[in-house]
T-cell receptor, first 114, second 109 residues
């Protein structure tokens, strides 16, 4: 099956720094990638939809300037958490869509901001 | 009422038992996912279903579109199956992925 990777799997950073998370589709091209943030009790929130070569579409309430998304190629999307604060500590998951409505999930990235 | 409901929320069983986790949803969907999350958070995608039944090893997933219900079964359960199992549906109206709250499964040796 299709494989999506995320890097890093775990990151700890100081408050005020920026963190970049990569999402890669390893064996397929993904015109669309999605970024999610997981809240306690497993509920997941869609943050933004990333389309290759165009600006990401952010969900209501998600700060575009804080969560920068770049989808520069058909196999790579990046999420940069700028000026991270402890409340940004969370589990971030990406998914990639090759065609139609199939989605393949990355393993997630655990961000801890001290 | 949540759009995706899972039951049970917690399940503890003995090794070897047959496990069933249920997922009901109230919206129109184009697909349903079953995912597994281990302590530490790593997500593994188990199945994506739009109809019928799929089997992979000891795992079986079924979906009944008319009844808006899906089940995940684990045969011959093993302690390594201990994890949180999450049902997520792709809403067909706005393409939003809605996640259930998860079922925490513990298999005792």
């Amino acid at each position: 099956g299709a494989v999506v990777s995320q890097h890093p799997s775990r990151v700890i950073c100081k408050s005020g720094t920026s963190v970049k998370i990569e999402c890669r589709s390893l064996d397929f091209q993904a015109t669309t990638m999605f970024w999610y943030r997981q809240f306690p009790k497993q509920s997941l929130m869609l943050m933004a939809t990333s389309n290759e070569g165009s600006k990401a579409t952010y969900e209501q309430g998600v700060e575009k300037d804080k969560f920068l998304i770049n989808h520069a190629s058909l196999t790579l999307s990046t999420l940069t958490v700028t000026s991270a604060h402890p409340e940004d500590s969370s589990f971030y998951i990406c998914s990639a869509e090759p065609l139609g409505n199939e989605q393949f999930f990355g393993p997630g990235t655990r961000l801890t901001v001290l | 009422k949540n759009e995706v409901e899972q039951s049970p929320q917690n399940l503890t069983a003995q090794e070897g038992e047959f496990i069933t986790i249920n997922c009901s949803y109230s919206v129109g969907i184009s697909a349903l996912h079953w995912l597994q999350q281990h302590p530490g958070g790593g997500i593994v995608s188990l199945f994506m279903l739009s109809s019928g039944k799929k089997k992979h090893g000891r795992l079986i997933a079924t979906i009944n579109i008319q009844e808006k219900h899906s089940s995940l079964h684990i045969t011959a359960s093993h302690p390594r199956d201990s994890a949180v199992y999450i049902c997520a549906v792709l809403r067909d109206s706005n393409y939003q992925l809605i996640w259930g709250a998860g079922t925490k499964l513990i298999i005792k040796p």
